[in-house]
Protein backbone atom coordinates (compact mmCIF):
# COMPACT_ATOMS: atom_id res chain seq x y z
CA UNK A 1 0.00 0.00 0.00
CA UNK A 2 0.75 3.47 -0.20
CA UNK A 3 2.53 5.46 2.57
CA UNK A 4 0.57 8.38 4.11
CA UNK A 5 2.08 9.07 7.59
CA UNK A 6 1.39 11.62 10.38
CA UNK A 7 4.20 13.63 11.83
CA UNK A 8 3.33 13.50 15.56
CA UNK A 9 1.24 10.75 17.31
CA UNK A 10 -0.26 12.77 19.91
CA UNK A 11 -1.19 16.90 20.69
CA UNK A 12 -2.48 18.56 23.53
CA UNK A 13 -3.64 22.27 23.30
CA UNK A 14 -5.25 24.20 25.60
CA UNK A 15 -8.72 25.15 25.15
CA UNK A 16 -9.12 27.89 22.41
CA UNK A 17 -6.05 27.64 21.06
CA UNK A 18 -5.71 26.67 17.62
CA UNK A 19 -4.46 23.08 16.42
CA UNK A 20 -2.41 21.88 13.59
CA UNK A 21 -2.24 18.55 12.66
CA UNK A 22 0.28 17.23 9.65
CA UNK A 23 0.30 14.66 7.50
CA UNK A 24 3.07 13.72 4.52
CA UNK A 25 1.89 11.29 1.95
CA UNK A 26 3.87 9.47 -0.83
CA UNK A 27 2.08 8.52 -3.62
CA UNK A 28 2.78 12.21 -5.98
CA UNK A 29 -0.72 10.67 -8.16
CA UNK A 30 -3.33 11.02 -5.45
CA UNK A 31 -5.62 13.16 -6.42
CA UNK A 32 -7.87 13.68 -3.62
CA UNK A 33 -7.60 13.72 0.11
CA UNK A 34 -9.92 13.67 3.23
CA UNK A 35 -9.15 14.21 6.79
CA UNK A 36 -11.09 12.35 9.23
CA UNK A 37 -11.94 12.15 13.10
CA UNK A 38 -12.46 9.28 15.04
CA UNK A 39 -14.03 9.04 18.23
CA UNK A 40 -13.02 6.17 20.79
CA UNK A 41 -15.33 2.61 19.76
CA UNK A 42 -16.66 4.38 16.71
CA UNK A 43 -16.31 4.75 13.03
CA UNK A 44 -14.44 7.45 11.17
CA UNK A 45 -15.95 10.92 10.32
CA UNK A 46 -15.64 13.12 7.56
CA UNK A 47 -14.05 16.57 8.23
CA UNK A 48 -12.98 18.06 5.29
CA UNK A 49 -11.31 17.54 1.89
CA UNK A 50 -9.48 18.44 -0.77
CA UNK A 51 -8.65 17.91 -4.16
CA UNK A 52 -5.07 17.71 -5.66
CA UNK A 53 -5.55 21.48 -7.92
CA UNK A 54 -6.53 23.48 -4.66
CA UNK A 55 -4.32 24.17 -1.83
CA UNK A 56 -6.28 25.59 0.70
CA UNK A 57 -10.08 24.52 1.74
CA UNK A 58 -11.82 25.93 4.32
CA UNK A 59 -14.83 25.00 6.50
CA UNK A 60 -16.72 25.50 9.82
CA UNK A 61 -13.79 26.23 11.99
CA UNK A 62 -11.25 23.46 10.22
CA UNK A 63 -8.72 24.55 6.89
CA UNK A 64 -6.80 21.92 5.05
CA UNK A 65 -3.50 23.04 3.51
CA UNK A 66 -2.02 21.05 0.23
CA UNK A 67 1.51 21.35 -0.14
CA UNK A 68 2.01 19.13 -3.11
CA UNK A 69 6.06 20.10 -3.95
CA UNK A 70 6.94 18.26 -0.87
CA UNK A 71 3.39 16.04 -0.20
CA UNK A 72 2.31 17.70 2.70
CA UNK A 73 -1.17 18.13 4.53
CA UNK A 74 -1.92 20.15 7.29
CA UNK A 75 -5.67 20.24 9.33
CA UNK A 76 -5.57 23.76 11.08
CA UNK A 77 -8.94 23.44 13.76
CA UNK A 78 -9.39 27.38 14.64
CA UNK A 79 -10.75 27.41 18.95
CA UNK A 80 -10.29 24.20 19.61
CA UNK A 81 -12.79 22.84 21.91
CA UNK A 82 -13.20 19.64 24.10
CA UNK A 83 -15.45 18.01 21.50
CA UNK A 84 -12.59 18.19 18.97
CA UNK A 85 -10.48 15.76 21.32
CA UNK A 86 -10.26 12.43 19.23
CA UNK A 87 -7.87 10.93 16.79
CA UNK A 88 -7.38 12.47 13.46
CA UNK A 89 -6.16 10.62 10.18
CA UNK A 90 -5.64 12.12 6.97
CA UNK A 91 -5.90 9.30 3.65
CA UNK A 92 -5.29 9.99 0.24
CA UNK A 93 -6.74 8.15 -3.07
CA UNK A 94 -5.30 6.88 -5.65
CA UNK A 95 -7.66 3.77 -6.36
CA UNK A 96 -8.23 3.08 -3.25
CA UNK A 97 -8.19 4.94 0.08
CA UNK A 98 -5.14 4.90 2.57
CA UNK A 99 -4.83 5.69 6.13
CA UNK A 100 -1.94 7.93 7.75
CA UNK A 101 -1.16 6.20 11.28
CA UNK A 102 -3.67 9.02 13.05
CA UNK A 103 -3.16 11.78 15.97
CA UNK A 104 -4.24 11.96 19.22
CA UNK A 105 -5.74 15.01 19.76
CA UNK A 106 -6.12 16.22 23.18
CA UNK A 107 -8.02 19.63 24.72
CA UNK A 108 -6.86 20.82 27.61
CA UNK A 109 -9.88 22.69 29.29
CA UNK B 1 -24.82 12.96 4.79
CA UNK B 2 -25.09 9.83 3.67
CA UNK B 3 -25.64 6.86 6.24
CA UNK B 4 -23.54 3.23 6.18
CA UNK B 5 -24.84 1.04 8.69
CA UNK B 6 -22.58 -2.17 9.93
CA UNK B 7 -24.17 -4.77 12.45
CA UNK B 8 -23.55 -6.15 14.52
CA UNK B 9 -21.61 -3.41 16.52
CA UNK B 10 -20.32 -5.82 18.46
CA UNK B 11 -19.78 -9.93 18.75
CA UNK B 12 -18.17 -12.54 20.79
CA UNK B 13 -17.54 -15.88 19.53
CA UNK B 14 -15.74 -19.30 20.18
CA UNK B 15 -12.53 -19.99 18.46
CA UNK B 16 -13.47 -21.60 15.26
CA UNK B 17 -16.50 -20.31 14.34
CA UNK B 18 -17.46 -18.26 11.61
CA UNK B 19 -18.20 -14.40 12.26
CA UNK B 20 -20.28 -12.40 9.74
CA UNK B 21 -20.67 -8.77 8.77
CA UNK B 22 -23.10 -6.33 7.51
CA UNK B 23 -22.76 -3.18 5.62
CA UNK B 24 -25.25 -1.15 4.41
CA UNK B 25 -25.64 1.95 2.53
CA UNK B 26 -28.99 3.37 3.77
CA UNK B 27 -29.67 5.94 1.63
CA UNK B 28 -27.42 5.66 -1.69
CA UNK B 29 -26.17 3.28 -3.14
CA UNK B 30 -22.04 1.99 -3.33
CA UNK B 31 -20.87 0.62 -6.27
CA UNK B 32 -17.58 0.00 -4.34
CA UNK B 33 -17.57 -0.70 -0.90
CA UNK B 34 -14.20 -1.18 1.25
CA UNK B 35 -13.53 -3.15 4.34
CA UNK B 36 -11.15 -1.63 7.08
CA UNK B 37 -9.27 -3.40 10.05
CA UNK B 38 -8.22 -1.49 13.15
CA UNK B 39 -6.24 -1.97 16.04
CA UNK B 40 -6.49 -0.47 19.48
CA UNK B 41 -4.18 2.89 18.97
CA UNK B 42 -3.30 2.41 15.64
CA UNK B 43 -4.84 3.34 12.20
CA UNK B 44 -7.28 1.63 9.35
CA UNK B 45 -5.65 -0.59 7.66
CA UNK B 46 -7.29 -1.49 4.01
CA UNK B 47 -8.16 -5.40 3.86
CA UNK B 48 -9.87 -5.27 0.88
CA UNK B 49 -11.99 -3.84 -1.94
CA UNK B 50 -15.24 -4.95 -2.90
CA UNK B 51 -17.14 -4.15 -6.02
CA UNK B 52 -20.93 -5.11 -6.50
CA UNK B 53 -21.04 -8.15 -8.41
CA UNK B 54 -17.71 -8.70 -8.19
CA UNK B 55 -14.92 -10.56 -6.70
CA UNK B 56 -13.08 -8.19 -4.21
CA UNK B 57 -9.59 -7.20 -4.08
CA UNK B 58 -7.93 -7.81 -1.17
CA UNK B 59 -4.98 -6.04 -0.17
CA UNK B 60 -1.51 -7.83 -0.09
CA UNK B 61 -1.19 -10.19 3.05
CA UNK B 62 -4.80 -10.49 3.17
CA UNK B 63 -5.90 -14.38 3.59
CA UNK B 64 -9.01 -14.36 1.06
CA UNK B 65 -9.96 -17.52 2.37
CA UNK B 66 -10.04 -15.81 5.66
CA UNK B 67 -11.73 -12.68 5.09
CA UNK B 68 -14.86 -13.98 2.87
CA UNK B 69 -16.42 -10.46 1.44
CA UNK B 70 -19.54 -10.73 -0.91
CA UNK B 71 -21.25 -7.73 -2.59
CA UNK B 72 -24.03 -9.05 -4.19
CA UNK B 73 -25.85 -5.56 -4.25
CA UNK B 74 -25.69 -1.72 -4.36
CA UNK B 75 -26.57 -1.73 -0.57
CA UNK B 76 -24.83 -4.60 0.95
CA UNK B 77 -21.29 -5.71 1.44
CA UNK B 78 -20.80 -8.61 3.86
CA UNK B 79 -17.55 -9.92 5.58
CA UNK B 80 -17.27 -13.09 7.21
CA UNK B 81 -14.32 -13.92 8.86
CA UNK B 82 -14.28 -17.96 9.04
CA UNK B 83 -12.62 -20.15 11.39
CA UNK B 84 -12.47 -17.38 13.90
CA UNK B 85 -9.14 -17.42 16.08
CA UNK B 86 -8.28 -14.81 19.26
CA UNK B 87 -5.22 -13.23 16.55
CA UNK B 88 -8.92 -11.97 14.06
CA UNK B 89 -10.05 -10.19 17.88
CA UNK B 90 -10.43 -6.49 16.03
CA UNK B 91 -12.62 -3.94 15.29
CA UNK B 92 -13.37 -3.61 11.67
CA UNK B 93 -14.98 -1.18 9.65
CA UNK B 94 -16.63 -0.81 6.23
CA UNK B 95 -16.99 2.13 4.21
CA UNK B 96 -18.91 3.11 1.28
CA UNK B 97 -17.76 5.25 -1.58
CA UNK B 98 -20.78 8.01 -2.17
CA UNK B 99 -21.93 8.78 -5.75
CA UNK B 100 -19.99 11.61 -8.04
CA UNK B 101 -16.86 12.69 -8.80
CA UNK B 102 -16.25 13.26 -4.89
CA UNK B 103 -15.80 9.33 -3.95
CA UNK B 104 -16.26 10.89 -0.32
CA UNK B 105 -16.01 7.67 2.24
CA UNK B 106 -18.88 7.15 4.39
CA UNK B 107 -18.29 5.00 7.25
CA UNK B 108 -19.80 2.23 9.11
CA UNK B 109 -19.97 2.73 13.22
CA UNK B 110 -17.17 -0.41 13.30
CA UNK B 111 -17.86 -4.06 14.21
CA UNK B 112 -15.72 -5.49 17.98
CA UNK B 113 -15.15 -8.66 17.29
CA UNK B 114 -13.85 -10.82 20.02
CA UNK B 115 -12.43 -14.37 19.75
CA UNK B 116 -12.47 -16.53 22.93
Known amino acids: GESVGLHLPTLSVQEGDNSIINCAYS??????FIWYKQESGKGPQFIIDIRSNMDKRQGQRVTVLLNKTVKHLSLQIAATQPGDSAVYFCAERSNQFYFGTGTSLTVIP | GAVVSQHPSRVICKSGTSVKIECRSLDFQATTMFWYRQFPKKSLMLMATSNEGSKATYEQGVEKDKFLINHASLTLSTLTVTSAHPEDSSFYIC????????????FGEGSRLTVL
Open chain 2, 95 to 106: SARGQGSSGELF
Open chain 1, 27 to 32: NSASDY
